[in-house]
T-cell receptor, first 115, second 112 residues
Framework: NAGVMQNPRHLVRRRGQEARLRCSPMKGHSHVYWYRQLPEEGLKFMVYLQKENIIDESGMPKERFSAEFPKEGPSILRIQQVVRGDSAAYFCASSPRGANTGELFFGEGSRLTVL | QQQVKQSPQSLIVQKGGISIINCAYENTAFDYFPWYQQFPGKGPALLIAIRPDVSEKKEGRFTISFNKSAKQFSLHIMDSQPGDSATYFC???????????FGTGTRLTIIP
């Protein structure tokens, strides 16, 4: 039973380029969460999605950031016109629908470096 | 209101000793308090969790103590081992909404 799969694991972009991070949840999980971890800091909630729906995007920056979880395929976190401050580790987590256990299963993260 | 404060930022404990990490929260609606363990280059993994209807939960060498009136909870690692060296995050959420609010993390180092 594969865990949460994230790719790419490492991504380097120049200022102004776009970054796309992908997340495939665990099999049977229909809830996806994106978190950002800055160096030496904790994880900050960004967005919570279910298939074809954004449930809570209260942690997403108002501009340049977007997320989707289509009916087919992985969840995508998209960062347009990246700036150096976007350099961070982006973690995706999933949970099973209706489990009400509280547990999130995290991927190994995508580390974005903006030059 | 959504903040979870964690201390210390880093901790060095001798092998065999007790490691203690503390967290405090503000939002009284939180009813689920997990601890996550993260190794370098890896994602966080659930270690142990507690609901506020109990004051303590033990799993092996790991114990959570919970003080509802003080809005504090702590992680105790007994007989700490070098393999426990990692970053530990406390978190809180409202059960049914798995949106976790994390503390800032404690980097634990166990020395021989």
């Amino acid at each position: 039973n594969a865990g949460v799969m994230q790719n790419p694991r490492h991504l380097v972009r120049r200022r102004g380029q776009e970054a796309r991070l992908r997340c495939s949840p665990m099999k049977g999980h229909s809830h996806v969460y994106w978190y950002r971890q800055l160096p030496e800091e904790g994880l900050k909630f960004m967005v919570y999605l279910q298939k074809e729906n954004i449930i809570d995007e209260s942690g997403m920056p108002k501009e340049r950031f977007s997320a989707e979880f289509p009916k087919e395929g992985p969840s995508i976190l998209r960062i347009q016109q990246v700036v150096r401050g976007d350099s961070a580790a982006y973690f995706c987590a999933s949970s099973p629908r209706g489990a009400n256990t509280g547990e999130l299963f995290f991927g190994e993260g995508s580390r974005l470096t903006v030059l | 209101q959504q903040q979870v404060k964690q201390s210390p930022q880093s901790l060095i404990v001798q092998k065999g000793g007790i490691s203690i990490i503390n967290c405090a929260y503000e939002n009284t609606a939180f009813d689920y308090f997990p601890w996550y363990q993260q190794f370098p280059g890896k994602g966080p993994a659930l270690l142990i969790a507690i609901r506020p209807d109990v004051s303590e939960k033990k799993e092996g060498r790991f114990t959570i103590s919970f003080n509802k009136s003080a809005k504090q909870f702590s992680l105790h690692i007994m007989d700490s081992q070098p393999g426990d060296s990692a970053t530990y995050f406390c978190a809180a959420s409202i059960l049914g909404n798995e949106k976790l609010t994390f503390g800032t993390g404690t980097r634990l180092t166990i020395i021989p």
